[in-house]
């Protein structure tokens, strides 16, 4: 059979984002990253000159980064990127994010396996960038403007406390064009047939297999999936449909389900009608056809910022009842649904279990997390007329002109950046509150786990997402059912409120507080005021739980500081076990402690 000709633009127009001028710029801006991250991690330990500038030392000592940077609340270096040099015996040298990374091997413990994989994830976050800068530039209040997957892809950061946050080892040059979410290409979804006795469909109590098909696709289509059986000889009938992400279809099990395949237990039938974009998780698809549908997360296995992004087909099984038992908590209390706090639920889930990878597979490994999907509610049809939609993370864009994207919505409000900061607290804080003090329920509530409703530039309410891998009940006596309790957390009260301190406090507040003030919007002392006055109100608001308040106490002098570069360095590959959360809670890196600023409002 003869090879394939070439894909007619695997050529230069793949590659047309890598100029010298953006490489120099995204090197820059990594490496002011770097250096901002691991200094407050501790794994760097600047040096200050007299000038106020700072410098770090190569670990042979004889290259040195010198830069300039303010610090601020909670050991955050805000570092001028268009300070750094880089020198050797005071002869300039060029800015190299790779080289960086060579040149300080030691001080940041990348051994010999960690380190060529980092490397390449650094290239891939460094290609990702002057993708990002090659793209027509759109202004911050531009983007404001846009509709909720315009915003989606318009992100340029990423994570902000990881470095190698945009690794997508596994993606070759047309993929990337193709599937990540600043790309937003149109994407249609694989449909798969999976023998019922080999794969494992779970749903919410409301909600049933054909129920959830039918919704999803259209009769023409079944009927078309139908046919392709018959013409094969086989029954739909004894079959689940299973959406796959065509990566994964074309990259692993075409080739390691290849048995599967030959014996007709896996059946290719075709591509979605609708159409969708990948999301800032990569694996998540929102449908652009049919906004009102489900999100479909997908299976993938292709390394990102310290793990292998598969599903786990036996951690489907219980997706969907513990988001009904987290949603049913939700909205069954009066206070939440007061505030307009929602989770978008995971409401059906499907996982393919392999017979002779899964009897001799450990728990956790990739082999099991090759092909499973889960459907998510949208959050479209529970937008009011005047509502609109904004992942969270936005709040920590700043456009290539230096201007924030939250000063956007703040002007657009008509509201003073202190009151609109309350709005937004208000929306986002107090049911995070209120699920930790009253439930013991925590949650991941970083910017992409968080889907922002706003009216005029106001945050209204929220919803979080990604809830059965990322959130964990810290009491072991609180009531669960027996599917809950692998979430169970029994853990001390430092921990408990270390994840309020780590999850919002150190990886979101510290860099928005950090936004508002180099815009010349807010100090950050007001910033760090309004956190307090927003804690304290719902303090006011519960006084039953005034025990807890002390016991669980968000006024300490200083808490952990648990770092996550650390994570990322020590192993890319799997950084913890996210399916075992106390496993991953003993894997936390805890260095130190930061000062607390809300101690002094206590």
């Given at each position: 059979m003869p090879l394939p000709h070439p894909h007619p633009a695997a050529g230069h127009e793949i590659v047309a984002h890598l100029t010298p001028e953006h490489w120099d710029r995204a090197n820059r801006l990594l490496i002011r990253k770097a250096l901002a991250e691991f200094s407050h991690e501790r794994i760097l330990t600047p040096e200050r000159a007299p000038d106020g500038r700072h410098t770090v030392h190569s670990d042979d000592g004889t290259v040195a980064y010198r830069f300039a940077a303010?610090?601020?609340?909670?050991?955050?270096?805000?570092?001028?990127?268009?300070?750094?040099?880089?020198?050797?015996?005071?002869?300039?040298?060029?800015?190299?994010?790779?080289?960086?990374?060579?040149?300080?091997?030691?001080?940041?413990?990348?051994?010999?396996?960690?380190?060529?994989?980092?490397?390449?994830?650094?290239?891939?976050?460094?290609?990702?960038?002057?993708?990002?800068?090659?793209?027509?530039?759109?202004?911050?209040?531009?983007l404001a403007r846009g509709d909720f997957q315009t915003i989606e892809a318009g992100m340029t950061e990423g994570h902000p406390c990881f470095v190698a946050n945009n690794g997508r080892i596994g993606f070759d040059g047309l993929e990337y064009h193709a599937y990540t979410p600043e790309a937003a290409a149109p994407v249609r979804l694989v449909w798969l047939a999976a023998r019922r006795d080999l794969a494992t469909f779970k749903s919410s109590a409301d909600l049933d297999y054909d129920?959830?098909?039918?919704?999803?696709?259209?009769?023409?289509?079944?009927?078309?999936?139908?046919?392709?059986?018959?013409?094969?000889?086989?029954?739909?009938?004894?079959?689940?449909?299973?959406?796959?992400?065509?990566?994964?279809?074309?990259?692993?099990?075409t080739i390691t389900f290849?048995?599967?395949?030959?014996?007709?237990?896996?059946?290719?039938?075709?591509?979605?009608?609708?159409?969708?974009?990948?999301?800032?998780?990569?694996?998540?698809?929102?449908?652009?056809?049919a906004p009102g549908k489900h999100y479909v997360k997908t299976a993938i296995s292709v390394l990102n910022m310290g793990f292998l992004r598969g599903l786990s087909a036996a951690y489907m099984?219980?997706?969907?009842?513990?988001?009904?038992?987290?949603?049913?908590?939700?909205?069954?209390?009066?206070?939440?649904?007061?505030?307009?706090?929602?989770?978008?639920?995971?409401?059906?889930?499907?996982g393919y279990h392999h017979t002779q990878y899964e009897a001799i597979a450990e728990k956790g490994s990739p082999y099991l997390k090759m092909l499973a999907a889960l459907w998510r509610e949208s959050p479209v049809p529970s937008l009011r007329p005047g509502e609109r939609l904004a992942t969270m993370a936005s709040l920590l864009h700043v456009d290539r002109y230096g201007d924030p994207f939250v000063g956007a919505l703040i002007e657009e409000?008509?509201?003073?950046?202190?009151?609109w900061l309350r709005r937004y607290l208000t929306a986002y804080?107090?049911?995070?509150?209120?699920?930790?003090?009253?439930?013991?329920?925590?949650?991941?509530?970083?910017?992409?786990?968080?889907?922002?409703?706003?009216?005029?530039?106001?945050?209204?309410?929220?919803?979080?997402?990604?809830?059965?891998?990322?959130?964990?009940?810290?009491?072991?006596?609180?009531?669960?059912?027996?599917?809950?309790?692998?979430?169970?957390?029994?853990?001390?009260?430092?921990?408990?409120?270390?994840?309020?301190?780590?999850?919002?406090?150190?990886?979101?507040f510290r860099f928005l507080s950090a936004i508002l003030?180099?815009?010349?919007?807010?100090?950050?002392?007001?910033?760090?005021?309004?956190?307090?006055?927003?804690?304290?109100?719902?303090?006011?608001?519960?006084?039953?739980?005034?025990?807890?308040?002390?016991?669980?106490?968000?006024?300490?002098?200083?808490?952990?500081?648990?770092?996550?570069?650390?994570?990322?360095?020590r192993n890319n590959q799997q950084m913890v076990n996210i399916q075992d959360p106390a496993q991953a809670a003993e894997a936390l890196q805890l260095i130190g402690t930061l000062e607390n600023p809300l101690a002094r409002f206590a």
């Open positions: 303010r610090r601020l609340a909670l050991d955050h270096w805000q570092v001028d990127a268009s300070s750094i040099t880089r020198e050797r015996d005071g002869a300039p040298l060029t800015l190299d994010a790779l080289d960086f990374f060579v040149d300080l091997r030691g001080t940041l413990g990348l051994d010999d396996s960690v380190l060529p994989v980092y490397l390449e994830e650094i290239s891939s976050t460094l290609a990702g960038t002057a993708y990002k800068l090659a793209a027509p530039p759109r202004t911050a209040a531009e129920t959830l098909i039918a919704q999803e696709l259209a009769q023409e289509t079944l009927h078309a999936f139908a046919g392709r059986m018959a013409d094969l000889g086989l029954d739909l009938d004894d079959y689940y449909l299973f959406p796959a992400h065509p990566w994964q279809w074309v990259n692993k099990l290849a048995a599967e395949i030959a014996r007709r237990h896996l059946v290719f039938l075709g591509h979605s009608d609708d159409e969708y974009q990948a999301q800032q998780s990569i694996r998540t698809f929102f449908n652009t056809s099984d219980r997706t969907p009842a513990i988001n009904d038992w987290v949603a049913e908590t939700v909205t069954g209390d009066a206070f939440l649904t007061a505030n307009g706090f929602g989770v978008l639920r995971e409401r059906a889930s499907i409000s008509g509201l003073t950046a202190d009151d804080l107090t049911p995070l509150l209120h699920c930790l003090y009253t439930y013991d329920l925590v949650f991941m509530p970083h910017g992409e786990n968080v889907i922002m409703v706003l009216a005029d530039g106001v945050p209204q309410r929220v919803f979080i997402k990604d809830i059965a891998e990322e959130i964990g009940v810290m009491n072991p006596d609180t009531p669960l059912p027996p599917v809950m309790e692998a979430l169970r957390l029994d853990i001390s009260d430092d921990l408990w409120t270390l994840t309020l301190f780590t999850d919002v406090f150190d990886c979101f003030s180099e815009a010349g919007l807010l100090d950050e002392d007001d910033f760090w005021a309004a956190v307090a006055e927003c804690i304290t109100d719902y303090q006011k608001a519960m006084p039953h739980l005034a025990e807890r308040f002390e016991r669980l106490d968000l006024f300490v002098e200083r808490f952990a500081l648990s770092c996550l570069n650390r994570l990322q360095l």
